[in-house]
């Protein structure tokens, strides 16, 4: 019997939704916004991220000035205590969907390793 692959997405997300660290994620980020220092540095922050990927997607280059302006912000957001804690949950949820997405890319993976041994 085929399995509805879709379904099971579905299922996953709603237990990613269920994981302490993502309540957790979210109960900070309420946090950072609730606070008026963290939130405009954060969002200071995200707004540069932003720019530096939409440059990068371009093809442009990061200027000195700007890699220096992005040291001086991480610099600013690893200080204020509400933001890092943000961060640090945020890296470990990266992980569990870098591990999940090894997990399902598996068989894909092992697919082509064996058309390599033909």
């Known amino acids: 019997m085929a399995v509805n692959i879709y379904d099971i ?3 996953l997300q709603n237990a990613f939704k269920e ?3 993502f309540k957790n994620l979210q109960s ?3 946090q950072v916004l609730a606070d008026p220092n963290a939130k405009p540095l954060f969002m200071e922050f995200q707004n540069f991220q932003k720019a530096m ?3 990068m997607y371009q093809g442009e280059a990061v200027t000195p000035e700007e890699n220096a302006k992005g040291q001086e912000i991480v610099a600013r957001v690893s200080q204020n205590p509400l933001i890092a804690n943000l961060m640090q949950v945020e890296q ?3 992980l569990v969907i870098q591990d999940v997405n090894k997990i399902v890319m ?3 993976e092992e697919f082509y ?3 390599l041994e033909l």
Request: net charge positive; aromatic share 10%; hydrophobic share 25%.
């Open 92 to 94: 470990r949820l990266n």
């Open 53 to 55: 990927q939409q440059k």
């Open 19 to 21: 994981q302490p660290e």
């Open 9 to 11: 997405a579905y299922s």
């Open 28 to 30: 900070l980020y309420s």
């Open 106 to 108: 598996s068989p894909l």
């Open 113 to 115: 390793k064996s058309l």
